[in-house]
């Protein structure tokens, strides 16, 4: 089972981007959905989370205030919604899924199901 991260892109401080993660073989409505980054040199960081039961969601204090994850209605897509951008969020963007509690901290080790990444440049 393969996600999609899709939405990555170059974008100045300060702006905006959304990123969707979609995974047309699993019934995403069942799972938590988490956000990873990676930037380049560090290791992977578990960013953000929703949950499948009750749309909890929790964030890591690097992005808390600034980012937004939701899934859409249909339970077929999650979002992350970046406002407020800086160079440091800089990364490879990932999205993974599995069948565990949303709540910090958000663990690599934990999900099954991954996407191939998408990359995300905040630069001026």
């Known amino acids: 089972v393969q996600l999609q991260a899709s939405g990555g892109g170059l974008v100045q401080p300060g702006g905006s981007l959304r990123l969707s993660c979609a995974a047309p073989e699993l019934a995403m409505k069942w799972y938590t959905i988490s956000w990873f980054r990676q930037a380049p040199g560090k290791e992977r960081e578990g960013i953000s989370c929703?949950?499948?039961?009750?749309?909890?969601?929790n964030y890591a204090d690097s992005v808390k205030g600034r980012f937004a994850i939701s899934r859409d209605n249909a339970g077929k897509a999650v979002y992350l919604q970046m406002n407020s951008l800086k160079p440091e969020d800089t990364a490879v963007y990932f999205c993974?899924?599995?069948?565990?509690?949303?709540?910090?901290?958000?663990?690599?080790?934990?999900?099954?199901?991954w996407g191939q990444g998408t990359l995300v440049t905040v630069s001026s």
């Open positions: 993974a899924a599995d069948a565990v509690l949303c709540m910090p901290p958000i663990l690599e080790s934990e999900y099954q199901y």
């Open positions: 929703i949950s499948s039961r009750d749309g909890t969601t």
